[in-house]
């Protein structure tokens, strides 16, 4: 019922920026937090920043100062702005979110997070 679907990444030379999207579509009546995570080969996937439905947003570390994510609660849509790209950066970018949605004949709510399939992010030095 409920679909992330992320796009924006590629192939990019170290310093350089990208934008990723993440829309959600599906019977939607809410969704709280939006995070982007991402997943380097042999890697466990790690949490990379984060955003609640009020705009209040959390960073890892490593990413601090170079990435801003951002939303859209009209478009269900969630952002993550990179720049001063790194080698480092590449991986895997997953977005994930709480998203609240109508289920069955009589409209219930049920709660569920979703994850996206995944865009590959590589930067080259």
């Known amino acids: 019922q409920v679909q992330l679907v992320e796009s924006g990444g590629g192939l990019v030379q170290a310093g350089g920026s990208l934008r990723l999207y993440c829309v959600a579509s599906?019977?939607?009546?809410?969704?709280?937090?939006m995070c982007w995570y991402r997943q380097a080969p042999g890697k466990q996937r790690e949490l990379v920043a984060e955003v609640t439905s009020t705009g209040s947003t959390n960073y890892a570390d490593s990413v601090k100062g170079r990435f801003t994510i951002s939303r859209d609660n009209a478009k269900n849509t969630v952002y993550l702005q990179i720049n001063s790209l790194k080698p480092e950066d590449t991986a895997v970018y997953y977005c994930?979110?709480?998203?609240?949605?109508?289920?069955?004949?009589?409209?219930?709510?049920?709660?569920?997070?979703?994850w996206g399939q995944g865009t590959q992010v590589t930067v080259s030095s």
């Open positions: 599906g019977s939607i009546f809410s969704i709280k937090r």
């Open positions: 994930n979110a709480d998203v609240t949605y109508y289920s069955g004949p009589h409209y219930s709510l049920l709660a569920n997070v979703y």
